[in-house]
């Protein structure tokens, strides 16, 4: 199913909602990642905040809605972000990694993964990370399909 072709099945049975979304896979093992999402056991997840201001990109907000996307393009499940917030790396909390719901869930899983993966992202934009670095921090909810599973 492509993404235009969830959102319509998703405003279909919730013809209130309003018509913007965003379609994206995450960076590092999408196939994974976005079935943890669509089961409810990743409710969050983290990007490095320096690419948004090299990009010029605006953060996400709370109330937004994603169609999260596997390795093939095609739609997992529509998310509705419900929090966002920017702390630095050395200072994710064990709360958030255990959202994000990856590895064994644990915070030294979650800084080993994220800065080996934010290294890679940085150094492919001339940047280079640093444990103070921001971290945009997202947590969402599934919204559809509803039944996980």
């Given at each position: 199913m492509t993404h235009q072709e969830m959102w319509a099945a998703y405003k279909a049975v919730n013809p209130d909602?309003?018509?913007?979304?965003e379609p994206w896979a995450y960076g590092d093992d999408p196939d994974t990642l976005a079935e943890?999402?669509?089961?409810?056991?990743?409710t969050a997840t983290a990007s490095a905040?320096?690419?948004y201001e090299l990009e010029g990109e605006p953060l996400p907000q709370a109330g937004e809605y994603s169609v999260i996307l596997d390795s093939r393009d095609e739609a997992?499940?529509?998310?509705?972000?419900?929090?966002v917030y920017t702390t630095p790396f050395c200072e994710v909390t064990a709360e958030h990694a255990r959202k994000?719901?990856?590895?064994?869930?644990?915070?030294a899983y979650w800084?080993?993964?994220?800065?080996?993966?934010?290294?890679?992202?940085?150094?492919?934009?001339?940047?280079?990370?640093?444990p103070d670095m921001p971290?945009?921090?997202?947590?969402?909810?599934v919204v559809y399909p509803s039944g996980r599973g």
């Open positions: 909602t309003g018509g913007e979304y943890l999402t669509r089961k409810g056991i990743k905040g320096p690419l997992v499940c529509v998310i509705r972000t419900t929090r994000e719901g990856e590895g064994d869930r644990s915070l800084r080993q993964a994220h800065e080996a993966f934010f290294r890679t992202e940085l150094a492919g934009a001339g940047l280079e990370f640093t971290v945009v921090c997202e947590e969402f909810e």
